[in-house]
């Protein structure tokens, strides 16, 4: 019993080494093949959306995820949830200022142009 799970054992390893290193009517090695990018990417000329982050589906690589995708993903994200938290800030900032008793001054709500300085 013993010496038939051995010779079985050769078998399998065998076979499967034939099949990765190339070997029968094949000519060589498994093709490479490109891998999957993103079908869908983030979208680069406009804010994020929950609809955007929805939709967003990461190809299978051989471990998992593309770690590229992800994290490409991932600090879009934090960035534009950055920039996010800091305009609410500085929206409640002003907000708080203008509540004050006595203050007379105007506040715009609109959001600045790039690069424009307030």
Do not use: C
């Amino acid at each position: 019993m013993f010496l038939f799970l051995v010779v079985a054992l050769a078998v399998v390893v065998a076979a499967v080494t034939l099949a990765v290193v190339g070997g029968g009517e094949s000519t060589g090695p498994l093709p490479e093949v490109t891998p999957e990018r993103l079908h869908d990417p983030l979208p680069p000329d406009r804010p994020l959306t929950r609809s955007d982050i929805d939709h967003l589906r990461f190809p299978l690589a051989a471990r998992g995820y593309r770690m590229a995708d992800v994290d490409d993903a991932l600090n879009r994200l934090a960035a534009e949830l950055a920039e996010r938290d800091s305009r609410i800030a500085e929206l409640e900032s002003a907000l708080s200022v203008a509540r004050m008793p006595g203050s007379g001054s105007q506040v715009s709500m609109d959001k600045p142009a790039p690069g424009e300085q307030q």
